[in-house]
Structures are given as structure tokens and as C-alpha cells.
């Protein structure tokens, strides 16, 4: 199994650029999360999806869309890339009936210039 | 959603024990208590989860009094390769889904 797996690995934007930043999990798992680490930092919960079907904000959402395409697979997308969301993106996924048990992946490392 | 406390900063030598305290004073009812550990470049792992008392796994124990308004991870024995940053974080199941909190972390050094 290969876990949580993110694409792409680094990313660099110009302000205004789009683009979607993809997560797939082959756990089963119906939770899925995206979170923001900027440096020195915790991380920040922007969306998450407690099922197919379902989204809902987290902390930091504006700037950000996301689809739960299906079980599988959660997708990110920046609409008009601006410097302040310059940081590394993580998916989560988590398996129902616990708590916060959350599985990530690798990460992205986006830069907008 | 509670919000954590943690120390900034820790600093340890190999073989001792470590205790990381968090604060969590408006810990909900339903809300389990996760510690992660996160090394440089890497999202953070799963260490130990508990909700009341103690928990003990073959990494780590977690003692959570009975007010639940705070917990403790103990590490034993620590080594060079368990420096790293160690998030508490409280939440549960809210309406439509799971709510979480990573604060800012405990940096943990462990010096030869």
C-alpha cells in the first residue's frame, strides 16, 4: 500500500497562476484533510472531507477550493495564487470510528513568486 | 475547538526519559487527545491517542488526568533519531465531520 501519496512534489507559481495540488489514499479511509505548514509553524487545517461527497472549512479556507472527487482522492485548488500561501501543503486521511488518527502524505513545497 | 499549550522547546540527552506537557483546558467532551511526531520535510506521524487515564504502546505513553485538561507524553529512553517536533492536539467528531488543531509544537533535542 502505497498510504497517502501527493503530486506534485515542489511547485513554483507566479501571483495570479492556478493550479490544483492532488492527493490520493489507498486506505479506505473516508476522512480526508488538507492542511498548510508555513515555516516554524504548526500546521493549519484548510479543508477537510469527513466523507465522499462532503467538505467543509477548516481554519484557513479563503484562497482555496477543494473536491472530493471520489473515496479515493481529495484535490486542492488555488485559484489566483497569491505570495502569502507560500508554504508546504499536506493531505491526511483518517479511518472512520477514530479520532484524529490521521495518516499524511509527503507534502508539497509551493512557492509563489 | 480547544486550543493546546505546549512548550517551545525541549532539550534531552540520549537514554532519558521525556515528558511533554499540553495544556488543554476547554477540552470538549467528545474530544480525544493525538499526539503526532513530525520530523524535518515530512508530514507528521501518529504516536499515541487517548481520551481518559493512561495509554501505553511500544513508543510512547500518554497519562491524562481525570479533569482531562491536560496530558503528558512520556518517551522513554529517547535517542538522537526522536529530535523532532511533537504536536498535541485535541478534537473529535463535530457536526458533519472531524475538526482538528495542530498548535505550534514541542521542538524536542536530544544530544549525544
Known amino acids: 500500500n502505497a498510504g497517502v501519496t501527493q503530486t506534485p512534489k515542489f511547485q513554483v507559481l507566479k501571483t495570479g497562476q492556478s493550479m490544483t495540488l492532488q492527493c490520493a489514499q489507498d486506505?479506505?479511509?473516508?476522512?480526508m484533510y488538507w492542511y498548510r505548514q508555513d515555516p516554524g509553524m504548526g500546521l493549519r487545517l484548510i479543508y477537510y472531507s469527513a466523507s465522499e461527497g462532503t467538505t467543509d472549512k477548516g481554519e484557513v479556507p479563503n484562497g482555496y477550493n477543494v473536491s472530493r472527487l471520489n473515496k479515493r482522492e481529495f484535490s486542492l485548488r488555488l485559484e489566483s495564487a497569491a505570495p502569502s500561501q507560500t508554504s508546504v501543503y499536506f493531505c491526511?486521511?483518517?479511518?472512520?470510528?477514530?479520532?484524529?488518527?490521521?495518516?499524511f502524505g509527503p507534502g508539497t513545497r509551493l512557492t509563489v513568486l | 475547538l480547544a486550543k493546546t499549550t505546549q512548550p517551545i522547546s525541549m532539550d534531552s540527552y540520549e537514554g532519558q526519559e521525556v515528558n511533554i506537557t499540553c495544556s488543554h483546558n476547554n477540552i470538549a467532551t467528545n474530544d480525544y487527545i493525538t499526539w503526532y511526531q513530525q520530523f524535518p520535510s515530512q508530514g507528521p506521524r501518529f504516536i499515541i491517542q487517548g481520551y481518559k487515564t493512561k495509554v501505553t504502546n511500544e513508543v510512547a505513553s500518554l497519562f491524562i488526568p481525570a479533569d482531562r485538561k491536560s496530558s503528558t507524553l512520556s518517551l522513554p529512553r529517547v535517542s538522537l533519531s526522536d529530535t523532532a517536533v511533537y504536536y498535541c492536539?485535541?478534537?473529535?467528531?463535530?457536526?458533519?465531520?472531524?475538526?482538528?488543531?495542530f498548535g505550534a509544537g514541542t521542538r524536542l533535542f536530544v544530544k549525544a
Open positions: 492536539l485535541v478534537g473529535g467528531q463535530g457536526t458533519g465531520g472531524f475538526k482538528t488543531i
Open positions: 491526511a486521511s483518517s479511518s472512520p470510528g477514530t479520532y484524529n488518527e490521521q495518516f
Open positions: 486506505m479506505n479511509h473516508n476522512s
